[in-house]
T-cell receptor, first 113, second 110 residues
Framework: DVKVTQSSRYLVKRTGEKVFLECVQD?????MFWYRQDPGLGLRLIYF???????EKGDIPEGYSVSREKKERFSLILESASTNQTSMYLC????????????FGPGTRLTVL | RKEVEQDPGPFNVPEGATVAFNCTYS??????FFWYRQDCRKEPKLLMS???SGNEDGRFTAQLNRASQYISLLIRDSKLSDSATYLC???????????FGGGTRLMVKP
């Protein structure tokens, strides 16, 4: 079974703090994704990576950066958290270009005060 | 206009009812189509792919209408366990990038 894990289920941070969200997958998948999910807006793609040290901007990259130093790990970084980044963050991975097999982590609910 | 649009619902139906959701997409170059299911406070999981000829998986039937740019999901004989949010998902020529609709919430009541 594919397993995608995220470092925290719930996180509370203060405005201006640097925040790291970690995602790890154990199935040697090439592609990894970070989404945020907000009521009424659905899932929106922040960044994705198709290989180690490679990254591409998604639809809403502003205020975020990412790091992929190892194939199994994809980190999302909020350099200076703001209240409008309060959201549910979901990581996902897929092997190759197989959109029908995208596996999600359990999500991190981030609250920025 | 959102690229993938769904009625947010909620759709409240009694057990045993048949319920259908539609989803419209704006990009005519969209290539692949899926329905995902998301339970409350859980991650989305693939429910079924949607094929051009339509496809069925038990009580679930998915259909695609490329001319009108919409896909549908029909659930027959609804169960309490079908209560969830159903996400419509499309991909473009990149193949591995998904665009999600906002989801339709279904509540099946006894």
């Amino acid at each position: 079974d594919v397993k995608v894990t995220q470092s925290s289920r719930y996180l509370v941070k203060r405005t201006g703090e640097k925040v790291f969200l970690e995602c790890v997958q154990d199935m040697d998948h090439e592609n990894m994704f970070w989404y945020r999910q907000d009521p009424g807006l659905g899932l929106r793609l922040i960044y994705f990576s198709y290989d180690v040290k490679m990254k591409e901007k998604g639809d809403i990259p502003e205020g975020y950066s990412v790091s992929r130093e190892k194939k199994e790990r994809f980190s999302l970084i909020l350099e200076s958290a703001s209240t409008n980044q309060t959201s549910m963050y979901l990581c996902a991975s897929i092997p190759g270009a197989r959109a029908d097999t995208q596996y999600f982590g359990p999500g991190t609910r981030l609250t920025v005060l | 206009r959102k690229e993938v649009e769904q009625d947010p619902g909620p759709f409240n139906v009694p057990e045993g009812a048949t319920v259908a959701f539609n989803c419209t997409y704006s990009n005519s170059a969209s290539q692949s189509f899926f329905w995902y299911r998301q339970d409350c406070r859980k991650e989305p999981k693939l429910l079924m792919s949607v094929y051009s000829s339509g496809n069925e998986d038990g009580r679930f039937t998915a259909q695609l209408n490329r001319a009108s740019q919409y896909i549908s999901l029909l659930i027959r004989d609804s169960k309490l366990s079908d209560s969830a949010t159903y996400l419509c998902v499309v991909t473009h020529n990149a193949g591995n990038m998904l665009t999600f609709g906002g989801g339709t919430r279904l509540m099946v009541k006894p």
